[in-house]
Structures are given as structure tokens and as C-alpha cells.
């Protein structure tokens, strides 16, 4: 991951974008939202995506936070430009907005079926384990 000011490669978006992209979401929610520009990250290959995300923190104005840093992340698509899911202020995905496209997250149980621990050795290591044979 990089904060935005280690950003010293090409991205599809551009800084401008990404304070649009953000303000344009929030102004679709029913709860007002302020977001913090400095704390802006990048990944070049998310586990949910596989491909560059940018992650921008945004919390609820109509709340007080317990914590300082107690926000939320919208991932948005360096790609696509445009947002895929909003993970909750324990990191736990909340809304998706594009199918979320790894092959790691296609593996996690459907609704209604219990994951074990098997489970989570496959999420993490299938590729290892393919690789080795």
C-alpha cells in the first residue's frame, strides 16, 4: 500500500478524480459524510479485486466516533473509476457495488453455509499449493 504522496508511478486516476469520485458517492447517501484527502491510500493488487484500488476513509457526521480513526474505507476501482464496496470501520465489508472479482473471495461459503478452518487454509493458500505441484 502507498499513501498518496509515495505515489511517484502512473495511476488511471489522479488525485482529482478520486476527491470527485468520493464526493459524488457520499452526496447518494442518506448519511452525511466528511472524508479525509491525506489519508487517501493506494494497493496495487487487492486480495478482493486483484486489481489497483484506491481507498479513501469516510466517516458519518451524524455520529461521534468512539476512536479518532474510527472510519469507514470506499474502495474505489483505479480501473473502472467508480466504487466497488464500502468496508465498515472494522474492516468487514459492508456494501458492494461491483462484483467483487478474486478468486480467494469466490471460495468463501455461500449465505447459508459455514466456512471451516479447511476453508480459510484453501482462501489463503490454494495458490501455494497449486503452485508446489
Same mark, same amino acid.
Given at each position: ?5 509515495? =505515489? ?7 488525485? *482529482?478524480?478520486?476527491? #470527485?469520485?468520493?464526493k459524488k458517492f ?8 466528511? &472524508?479525509?484527502? +491525506? ?7 487487492? @486480495?478482493?479485486? $486483484? ?7 469516510? =466517516?458519518?457526521?451524524?455520529? *461521534? ?8 474505507? @470506499? ?5 473502472? +473509476? #467508480?466504487?466497488?464496496? @464500502? ?6 465489508? +459492508? ?10 473471495? $469466490? ?12 476453508? &480459510? ?13
Amino acid at each position: 500500500m502507498y499513501i498518496i504522496e509515495e =505515489i511517484d508511478f502512473e495511476t488511471n486516476l489522479k488525485y *482529482d478524480d478520486i476527491i #470527485r469520485i468520493t464526493k459524488k458517492f457520499m452526496e447518494t447517501k442518506s448519511t452525511p459524510y466528511e &472524508f479525509y484527502p +491525506a489519508n487517501i491510500l493506494y494497493e496495487t493488487n487487492s @486480495l478482493m479485486t $486483484d486489481e489497483p484500488i484506491w481507498s479513501v476513509p469516510i =466517516i458519518p457526521t451524524d455520529i *461521534d466516533p468512539v476512536w479518532k480513526d474510527d472510519y469507514s474505507w @470506499l474502495i474505489i476501482s483505479d480501473k473502472k +473509476a #467508480r466504487p466497488i464496496c @464500502l468496508l465498515n470501520d472494522h474492516g468487514m465489508i +459492508a456494501e458492494v457495488y461491483e462484483r467483487l472479482s478474486s478468486k480467494k473471495m $469466490d471460495i468463501i461459503p455461500k449465505k447459508g453455509q459455514k466456512a471451516t478452518a479447511k476453508d &480459510f487454509v484453501e482462501i489463503w493458500h490454494g495458490d501455494e499449493k497449486k503452485d508446489k505441484k
